[in-house]
C-alpha cells in the first residue's frame, strides 16, 4: 500500500521543475544563487558537529507531543539519539535552511517547534547578528536543545517553553515583526492556519515564511492551498519538503514548485 506522502511526492515529480521552468526574476534568483549554491560553507562543518554531538546522545528523555505525533516513535520515552536521526531536520534540509538565512539577512526570526535545535542551529549560523526566537512546548527536548546551544557558542538565540498558540496570543502584538518565521511543531491543519492567522500582522513586505511538512497529510496539503489562496501572499514556492511564502506587494501572484 503506498502511503499518502509518498503519492504525494509522486505528483510533486511530475509538476516539479528547476530553474529553468522559473520566469520571475526574484524566484529565479533565489533558486540559481541560494537553492543551488552548491559550494562549501565553513558553518557546515559546525552543523555537522552539532548533529554528530546529538546522534552520540544515548540519553533518553520524556517527550511532551502538542503536535500530530510521530510516524516512527511508539512510546514518549525516546533517546536524543533517535529522535536526532529519525524526528530531525537532515543534513540537506539544514544547509539550505542556513543558505536562506544567508541570502536574505533576516534580522528577527521566529521559530516554532525547537525540537533538539538542529534548524536553530541552522538559523542561527546564518545570520550571527539576528534575534532568534526559539519556541517549544516539550520543557525536556527544549533542555537538550538549550545545553547544545550553549556548547556550540550560539548566543543569539531566545529559547522559550511554551505551548505555541498560547505564547503567540501573548506575545504577539502591533510593534511585532518577523522577517523569518520557519514553522515546524504541529503538522495539523487546523492549528497551521491559526498560526498563520495569529502571525499575520507580524510581516513586513520582505518577510519569508517556511512551512514544514506541508504534504504531510491530505489535510495539511488543504492548508497549504488556503494560504498560497489568502489575498496577502503572492509568491509560494514548494519545494515538497517546505512550503515558502512571500508577502511582496509589487511580485504578480505565482505558485512554483521547485526540485530541491
Known sequence: ?????????????????????????????????????????????????YRKALLQNTSTISVTDFGAGSRVFKSNNRSVAHIAKNAGISKKRARLLFRLVRYFQPENILEI?????????????????????????CPETAR???????????????????EFQAYLNTSTNQNTTYDLIYFDGNHQK????????TLLPTITNDTLWIFDDIHWSADMEEAWQKIKEH??????????????????????????????
Not at 119 to 137: D, F, Q, R, V
Not at 144 to 156: D, L, S, V
Not at 190 to 197: C, I, P, V
Request: net charge positive; hydrophobic share 35%.
Open 231 to 260: 489575498p496577502q501572499v503572492t509568491v509560494t514556492i514548494d519545494t515538497f519538503q517546505w512550503g515558502l511564502v512571500f508577502f511582496r506587494r509589487e511580485q504578480e501572484k505565482e505558485h512554483f514548485i521547485i526540485r530541491v
Open 113 to 137: 517547534g525547537t525540537s533538539l535545535g538542529l534548524a536553530t542551529a541552522s538559523l542561527a549560523s546564518g545570520n550571527s547578528k539576528a534575534n532568534i526566537t526559539t519556541i517549544e512546548g
Open 190 to 197: 487546523e492549528a497551521t492556519l491559526r498560526y498563520f492567522d
Open 144 to 162: 537538550i536543545a538549550r545545553e547544545n546551544m550553549t556548547t556550540f557558542g550560539y548566543n543569539n538565540i531566545d529559547s522559550v517553553v511554551s
Open 1 to 49: 500500500m503506498i502511503t499518502y506522502p509518498i503519492k504525494a511526492y509522486l505528483k510533486f515529480l511530475w509538476h516539479s521543475k528547476n530553474q529553468h521552468g522559473v520566469h520571475s526574476p526574484f524566484v529565479f534568483r533565489l533558486v540559481t544563487k541560494c537553492f543551488y549554491d552548491k559550494k562549501s560553507k565553513p558553518e557546515y562543518a559546525t552543523l555537522g558537529n
